[in-house]
């Protein structure tokens, strides 16, 4: 009776000092990193590109935009005689994705046949990327990337 009733003690006392070094959630508090549960990190969000644009390096005559949630309207803009003018509206699609993306506007002819200095071409590509929307516009012959910074 005897060995019976050491016999139980030691199998108590051995399953009590494990239980004490292991946590309830089979987690030893000194194993490393790679043996915890990984913590979930929240997914990027996509850019929200809304709001007022203008030209990085703006001089006194830049290019500013406003983007809403299905346009895109960029406006040449001279601080010199305080006008602006049509360049560009079209669509606008936000991105799904976080990080840089790409879309191609359709422009919008109605708003923007009668302006003088507004592009006359069907489609333009934008690009959005740390931080910026960038296009190309072409003027007299010339062509030149035209970056623009949230205000």
Sequence with gaps: MRKTALATIVVLAVFTLAGCSTPADGNSSTGTAADKPATVQEKPKPADLTGDWVQENAGDSFQSATVTADTITVNWVSTEDDTTAIYWVGTYQAPTDAGN?????????????????????????????????????????????????KK
């Design 101 to 149: 993306f790409t879309w191609t506007s359709a422009r919008d002819e109605e708003a923007t046949n009668s302006a003088l200095l507004a592009s006359t071409d069907p489609t333009k590509d934008f690009a959005y990327a740390d931080g910026k929307i960038s296009y190309k516009v072409t003027a007299m012959g010339v062509t030149k990337t035209i970056s623009l910074v």
